[in-house]
């Protein structure tokens, strides 16, 4: 899905997921999960990098008990903080990536010229 590059991605992101998540049938606890890993990548998007901005979420039938993959891109670094990032303090930021570490079974980054795609792999149960 494209989403805006603005704050208000981030809420749609996460309505979004939700709808998805509730259609694959994802448990509760792990479909919480998912949707805090999509509010820190699509957050992560909005104040670090540039539009374009899209979502990508797939079901990960292989895993176990399944799975989700999340995919967030952007149009790669901005060349300055976004508004939040640049009017908070910085013990007030900072803490997403280690959200995302400490709930995914795997995660990284691809950059190619122009676009920057973070992913999460998460467990659906």
Known sequence: MSLCHRAEAVGAARRATAVVLADWQVVDDAAEAVILVVSELVTNAVEHGQPPLTLLLRHLSGHRHGGVRIEVSDGGPASRPGAWASSSDACERGRG?????????????????????YWAALPAS
């Open 97 to 117: 990536l280690g959200i995302v570490e400490a709930l995914a079974s795997s995660h990284g980054s691809r950059t190619q010229p122009h676009r920057s795609t």
